[in-house]
């Protein structure tokens, strides 16, 4: 079946540091990936996206690109600031029957510590 | 343009008791569906429907009803509250059903059930 796994958290990082949250997934035909965010008290908004292999997601700095051969999405940042402070999902979304439904990770928090 | 607009924002109910968490878009998406978020298991899609009439079940539907009587509307329907089902509920919609658009989510409802 379809899946996702991203890294357990939460991961504590002062500002200016790299970012890395870890994802992979498990999916029959051809996914589509994306980054969401969830800032405290907020619903979900969309981070970036990759809708096939080797494309490069990107937006306010942050990354992530398709990799089939690894099965893998991994959002990265180079310089995190304490706004960034939220919770990342990554997810996937596969068209097939009748579901076609976004399938999540757990999440994984980030705090940014001035 | 409101987006996607979720009301109550914060319900508490008592076991046995129905209530109808609402859910509008005003960009004339085809695609709505609801999810619930519980700590350490992201989000789950409890139903979601493809157009105006046409609604299905996602991976955890017991409990739930849903209608698509108009694009814009799409409530959910607790038919007899449990305290199993405490959570955060999340509407969102996308233009289409096709894997590779982005989903807007609503603010979400957080629901209580004692």
């Known amino acids: 079946g379809n899946s996702v796994t991203q890294m357990e958290g939460p991961v504590t990082l002062s500002e200016e540091a790299f970012l890395t949250i870890n994802c992979t997934y498990t999916a029959t035909g051809y996914p589509s990936l994306f980054w969401y965010v969830q800032y405290p008290g907020e619903g979900l908004q969309l981070l970036l996206k990759a809708t096939k292999a080797d494309d490069k997601g990107s937006n306010k700095g942050f990354e992530a690109t398709y990799r089939k051969e690894t099965t893998s999405f991994h959002l990265e940042k180079g310089s995190v600031q304490v706004s960034d402070s939220a919770v990342y999902f990554c997810?996937?979304?596969?068209?097939?029957?009748?579901?076609?439904?976004?399938?999540f990770g757990t999440g994984t928090l980030l705090a940014v510590q001035p | 343009n409101a987006g996607v607009t979720q009301t109550p924002k914060f319900q508490v109910l008592k076991t046995g008791q129905s209530m109808t968490l609402q859910c509008a878009q005003d960009?004339?998406?085809?695609?709505m569906s609801w999810y619930r978020q519980d700590p350490g298991m992201g989000l789950r899609l409890i139903h979601y429907?493809?157009?105006?009439?046409?609604?299905d079940q996602g991976e955890v539907p017991n409990g739930y009803n849903v209608s698509r009587s108009t694009t814009e509307d799409f409530p959910l329907r607790l038919l007899s509250a449990a305290p199993s089902q405490t959570s955060v509920y999340f509407c969102?919609?996308?233009?289409?059903?096709?894997?590779?658009?982005?989903?807007?989510f609503g603010p979400g409802t957080r629901l209580t059930v004692t």
């Open positions: 429907s493809v157009g105006a009439g046409i609604t």
């Open positions: 960009m004339n998406h085809e695609y």
């Open positions: 997810a996937l979304s596969v068209l097939g029957g009748a579901t076609n439904k976004l399938i």
């Open positions: 969102a919609s996308k233009p289409r059903r096709e894997a590779s658009y982005e989903q807007y």
